[in-house]
């Protein structure tokens, strides 16, 4: 069955410290992967997207991914956080004809001053 | 150009009783999907509709049901709330591999 999991349900980093977000996933076909970011109370915003070529892709607000096929993982990464980067992170794959997304779990990241 | 809204922002129903959630988007997108997000478990799909008619069900539809009014609005309707319908839940439309979110809509089923 396609499943995503994200390991860390919390993660804590110091502003100015860099970032990395794991996100693994299980599909059988070349999987569609993205990265959302919900801040409290708010909807979720995209991130990024993979859906083929270059395994590293860049999103907004200066976070990227890299595609990992041999491993199954989409991890998130940022060289530097900001207090602004305080959110809840999430992956997820597309899946079937209609692109139903499969999410996981969440990520919070948290950014001490 | 609004994107994905939704209303209400926050509802709260006593048991038993019914209610419809509004979500209507301006992009044009074929694809309309509800969400539901509770702590620990991420986004589960409810209902999806493909296109302008059509509706399918997603991983959790038990208790709720659908309409695609016309290409713009897709409404969920609980036709007799539960306390485990608590949550909050999300509409997205979406153009092939991304999606777009609304701001969600706060239900509490006391």
């Known amino acids: 069955a396609q499943s995503v999991t994200q390991p860390d349900i919390h993660i804590t980093v110091s502003e100015g410290a860099s970032l990395e977000l794991r996100c693994n996933y299980s599909?059988?076909?070349?999987?569609?992967l993205f990265w959302y970011v919900q801040s409290p109370g708010q909807g979720l915003q995209l991130l990024l997207k993979?859906?083929?070529?270059d395994t590293l892709v860049q999103g907004i607000k200066g976070f990227e991914a890299e595609f990992k096929r041999s491993q199954s993982s989409f991890n998130l990464r940022k060289p530097s956080v900001h207090w602004s980067d305080a959110a809840e992170y999430f992956c997820?794959?597309?899946?079937?004809?209609?692109?139903?997304?499969?999410w996981g779990a969440g990520t919070k990241l948290i950014i001490k001053p | 150009n609004a994107g994905v809204t939704q209303t209400p922002k926050f509802q709260v129903l006593k048991t038993g009783q019914s209610m419809t959630l509004q979500c209507a988007q301006d992009?044009?997108?074929?694809?309309m999907y509800w969400y539901r997000q509770d702590p620990g478990m991420g986004l589960r799909l409810i209902y999806y509709?493909?296109?302008?008619?059509?509706?399918d069900k997603g991983e959790v539809p038990n208790g709720y049901n659908v309409s695609r009014l016309n290409k713009r609005e897709f409404s969920l309707r609980l036709e007799s709330a539960a306390p485990s319908q608590t949550s909050v839940y999300f509409c997205?439309?979406?153009?092939?591999?991304?999606?777009?979110f609304g701001p969600g809509t706060r239900l509490l089923v006391l």
């Open positions: 997205a439309a979406g153009a092939r591999e991304t999606q777009y």
């Open positions: 992009m044009n997108h074929n694809s």
């Open positions: 509709s493909a296109s302008e008619g059509t509706t």
């Open positions: 599909y059988g076909a070349t999987p569609y």
């Open positions: 993979y859906f083929s070529g």
């Open positions: 997820a794959v597309g899946a079937g004809s209609n692109y139903q997304l499969i």
